[in-house]
């Protein structure tokens, strides 16, 4: 495997003993916007400042405390910060193997590859198509970088896949949303609404492929940079501006509502627009850059507007220093 083992240790459960090694199983892919300094392009950075006197201090001087009260602190020394760090053991301690099914997908938070090493691949092997066959996962605690995590153990594919999850704590309850609940005869669809939902979802259903699936957003913020850039433009700053979403149309009757989705949103359309690939996508890409070069010429025309009164500002400096020359010789004569 190309990715660098981040960690190193064992699934263990009973008397089983598995070494494995973790890889990181995501990749960052956003845009990253840097804070610069727009009247000389530097980079802008991070002071630690005293919010109440707006004053820079030393790193020394910070200490580390935690509000139990509104507004009073608790403070803690390094020390104790140290001694209350779990004990880290290099074991993915299994505490139970519950149904996957069980598990809401909002405690999950960020997977990784467990890769057998050493003379694990056979009993690695039994636990994943063991954990398959039965339709379970198992819940673990393990401790990565001096930090507890709850985690899943899941099986993908070949692989065994360690999900760090959310603790139950973290996780809001639904209790303060408004839902329909489930078997309220109020929310019930009829017989031919429930019909054609089903044909809408069998309709629009296919195979899960993640390729079909791009960020939209860093595509155009990528192509108007490389279009910037090819034009000598590498110091310009571009904020992204966000598009209005579009308005659907206000459908209150359900059942018309699914049988316009039928006939306009699903089916041939969908599927044709799947088959069709990278090429049914171009146009909307195009009508993106154009769009983003538009609002960079956009860009350029206001930043020569401010550049005007800058311009001004600098020649009533000049008469200004002129004038006091020439009273100044005045007086002299």
């Known amino acids: 495997m190309a990715t660098r083992t981040i960690w190193k240790g064992a699934i263990s459960f009973g008397l089983i003993h598995i070494p494995v090694g973790l890889h990181t199983a995501t990749t960052e892919s956003g845009i990253d916007f840097d804070w610069l300094d727009r009247r000389s392009m530097d980079p802008v950075g991070y002071k630690r400042v005293n919010k109440r006197t707006g004053k820079e201090i030393q790193a020394e001087d910070i200490a580390r405390g935690v509000e139990y009260e509104d507004g009073r602190y608790v403070i803690l020394s390094p020390e104790e910060i140290e001694r209350a760090y779990p004990r880290t053991t290099q074991t993915i301690d299994i505490q139970m193997f519950v149904d996957a099914a069980q598990v809401p997908f909002v405690y999950l938070e960020r997977p990784y590859y467990a890769e057998p090493v050493e003379r694990g691949r056979k009993v690695y092997a039994l636990l994943r198509d063991t954990l398959r066959e039965t339709g379970r996962i198992g819940i673990a ?68 492929d993640p390729a079909q699936f791009q960020d939209e957003f860093r595509r155009a913020i990528l192509a108007l940079v490389e279009k910037k850039a090819r034009a000598g433009k590498a110091r310009a700053v571009v904020e992204p501006q966000e598009e209005a979403p579009g308005r659907g149309d206000n459908v209150i009757d359900l059942t018309e509502l699914l049988r316009r989705s039928l006939k306009g949103k699903g089916g041939a359309p969908a599927k044709a627009a799947r088959k069709a690939g990278p090429a049914a996508d171009a146009a909307p890409r195009k009508t993106a850059r154009k769009a983003a070069g538009k609002a960079a010429a956009k860009g350029a025309g206001n930043a020569g507007a401010r550049a005007a009164p800058r311009t001004a500002r600098k020649a009533a400096s000049a008469a200004r220093k002129t004038a006091g020359g020439a009273s100044r010789t005045r007086k002299a004569a």
């Open 141 to 208: 605690k393990v401790v990565i970088h001096t930090r507890q995590h709850l985690a899943a153990l899941v099986p993908s594919g070949d692989a065994l896949v360690l999900n760090l999850m959310r603790w139950g704590d973290e996780v809001k309850p639904l209790a303060g949303l408004d839902l329909p609940a489930a078997g309220d005869r109020d929310m019930a669809a009829s017989a031919g609404e429930r019909k054609m939902a089903r044909m809408l979802v069998e309709t629009m259903s296919g195979d899960w």
